[in-house]
C-alpha cells in the first residue's frame, strides 16, 4: 500500500528562523510528488517534483526529491507569519486521480 | 476570476437526511475530485470524474453520490447511508486526469451534524 509519511507533525518557530519538513514515502509505482499549502482552507499548490536532485525554488521556499531514499524535504527560510499553515506532502501514483495525501505539518511561526 | 468554488461554506445536516455540496469550476478543466479531510488524517479520495457524464468510485464512496452532468459543475450528496459525515470537504479540479496535472482545490465545506 502506498504511504506517505511527513515529520514532524507540528513545529513553533520565530520569525525569521530556517525551518526544513520532511516527507518519506513508500509506493509501488512512482509519478510525482507534490507539496501543497493548505491555510485556512483550500490547499493551494507549491512544487511537483519528478526528477531526483533537482531543486525547484519560489521565493524562500525550496523543495528536493531524493528517489533512491525515497525521501523529499522543503525548505523554508527567514520565515514570516504569513507561511503558517499546513504543508501537506502528496504522491502522485498513476493518472492525476491517484494521489496519496500525507497527514500535513502544521507550522506556526510566531513573532 | 478563473477558480473553484464551493457552497455553502458550512452545512449542517439531520439525522436521515441527504444534503448537497456544490462544486463549481470555471477553468475549463475536465477532471473533477471530491475528498473528504478529517483531523490526523491525509485527504481521502470519494468520488472523482474525468471528463463529463462520467465518474468513478474513490477510496471511500460508500454514503456519497455524484453526477456530472456539465462541465463546470460536480456536485456531491451525502446520503443518510453515511454513518459518519461530519469532516471537511474538499473539491478539486485538474486540466485533465493525466499523470502529470496538478490539482487546484476548492476553499471548502464543513458539513456538521446536528
Known amino acids: 500500500e502506498d504511504k506517505v509519511v511527513q515529520s514532524p507533525l507540528s513545529l513553533v518557530v520565530h520569525e525569521g528562523d530556517t525551518v526544513t519538513l520532511n516527507c518519506s514515502y513508500e509506493?509501488?509505482?512512482?509519478?510525482?510528488l507534490l507539496w501543497y499549502k493548505q491555510e485556512k482552507k483550500a490547499p493551494t499548490f507549491l512544487f511537483m517534483l519528478?526528477?531526483?536532485?533537482i531543486e525547484k525554488k519560489s521565493g524562500r521556499l525550496s523543495s528536493i526529491l531524493d528517489k533512491k531514499e525515497l525521501f523529499s524535504i522543503l525548505n523554508i527560510t527567514a520565515t514570516q507569519t504569513g507561511d503558517s499553515a499546513i504543508y501537506l506532502c502528496?504522491?502522485?501514483?498513476?493518472?492525476?486521480?491517484?494521489?496519496?495525501f500525507g497527514t500535513g505539518t502544521r507550522l506556526q511561526v510566531t513573532l | 476570476d478563473g477558480g473553484i468554488t464551493q457552497s455553502p461554506k458550512y452545512l449542517f445536516r439531520k439525522e436521515g437526511q441527504n444534503v448537497t455540496l456544490s462544486c463549481e469550476q470555471n477553468?475549463?478543466?475536465?477532471?473533477m475530485y471530491w475528498y473528504r479531510q478529517d483531523p490526523g488524517q491525509g485527504l481521502r479520495l470519494i468520488y472523482y470524474s474525468q471528463i463529463v457524464n462520467d465518474f468513478q468510485k474513490g477510496d471511500i464512496a460508500e454514503g456519497y453520490s455524484v453526477s456530472r452532468e456539465k462541465k463546470e459543475s460536480f456536485p456531491l450528496t451525502v446520503t443518510s447511508a453515511q454513518k459518519n459525515p461530519t469532516a471537511f470537504y474538499l473539491c478539486?479540479?485538474?486540466?485533465?486526469?493525466?499523470?502529470?496535472?496538478?490539482?487546484?482545490f476548492g476553499p471548502g465545506t464543513r458539513l456538521l451534524v446536528l
Open positions: 509506493v509501488t509505482n512512482f509519478r510525482s
Open positions: 478539486a479540479s485538474s486540466r485533465t486526469s493525466g499523470r502529470f496535472e496538478t490539482q487546484y
Open positions: 477553468l475549463n478543466h475536465d477532471a
Open positions: 502528496v504522491l502522485n501514483t498513476g493518472t492525476a486521480s491517484k494521489l496519496t
Open positions: 519528478t526528477s531526483s536532485g
